[in-house]
């Protein structure tokens, strides 16, 4: 009879938490932005048919990274239970703590039981209140961990660079174009190259307290998408051009005045040596070479 290897909690638990951490990496990266009217969900995703945003109940929203198949199931079993709550008490009875906390225990029952394999997710549950202060972020590892985010979140990929370019430049109160920009510029410097990501390259969606309608969940098409960010992308450019030419403007003053005053002493000093005029020898400056075109995957 052959006895079996013998391997110790902590290392099981090493081994699991490294596979589902190699598993979720592989994916590409989703951020969760708070700004001025809600909660922006921006997610590098090429397919126009599976969701990584999705709705869960009236002012709750469900993000995810990882195995579609496995945050999908987390997703539908999410939209089932908030429905029967709501159905048997009331809507108001539906919150985002409540449904983090029952993916919570899912998701710590799978990793630590050693029958089946830990699920390859992160997942995010958004809850957006009456005023900033009542928005609610939950960040759900694949262990079970949950934790309240403010401000931000960003998992999947590379999440730590991103996440490093989002607390350099994000600030509360940010509008809906400024926070889509940050996200998308944030999602482009993932590694060594900054990418140039398109609106067909992503899938945007907000949960708006300003609407309406009950249900504060909506995506935003290619089209708005587009025309949002090729509206703020001129702004910045211009500012940084008209910067650039009131310092030449400045400086094109400070020059002329300094020829003028330099002219001034010349008269008044004595005249008896003439000035030879410049050589037509010295260095003649030389416009730099154009640069290659850009072959770099979008």
């Known amino acids: ?34 700004y001025a009217d809600g ?16 709705e869960i ?19 539908i079993a999410g939209v089932r239970l908030a429905d029967m709550r709501g159905y048997s008490y009331d809507r108001r ?16 029952a799978i990793f630590s039981s050693g029958g089946e394999k830990p699920l390859e997710v992160e997942i995010l549950v958004a809850e957006v209140g009456a005023t900033a202060g009542d928005d609610q972020i939950y960040r759900l590892t694949y262990d079970g961990s949950i934790a309240d985010v ?56 907000v949960l708006d307290r300003t609407r309406t309608q009950v249900r504060k969940f909506k995506r935003i098409s290619e089209e708005t998408l587009a025309r949002i960010l090729s509206e703020s992308r001129p702004d910045t450019e211009s500012e940084s051009s008209e910067g650039a030419s009131d310092a030449a403007g400045s400086d094109g003053a400070a020059t002329g005045d300094a020829g003028e005053s330099s002219a001034k002493s010349d008269d008044a000093e004595s005249t008896e040596t003439p000035v030879a005029p410049p050589s037509d020898d010295g260095d003649v400056p030389v416009a730099p070479p154009e640069s290659p075109d850009d072959n770099r995957p979008l």
């Open 93 to 108: 009875d539906v919150t985002g703590r409540a449904l983090a906390n029952a993916y919570a225990q899912t998701l710590g």
């Open 150 to 205: 403010q401000g931000y979140a960003v998992m999947g990929g590379p999440a730590e660079q991103v996440a490093d370019y989002v607390g350099e430049h994000y600030r509360e109160g940010i509008s809906l174009a400024g926070a889509l920009r940050l996200a998308v510029d944030a999602l482009a410097h993932d590694g060594t190259e900054v990418r140039e990501l398109t609106s067909d390259q992503l899938e945007v969606a």
């Open 39 to 54: 909660i922006l969900f921006v997610a590098e995703n090429r397919s126009p048919a599976l969701h990584k945003v999705a």
């Open 1 to 34: 009879m052959s006895v079996p290897f013998y391997v110790s909690p902590e290392q099981l638990m090493r081994d699991r938490a490294d596979f589902a951490r190699k598993g979720i990496a592989k994916g590409r990266s989703a951020i969760a932005l708070q």
């Open 57 to 75: 109940y009236d002012r709750m929203a469900f993000a995810a990274v990882g195995r579609y198949n496995e945050f999908e199931n987390l997703r």
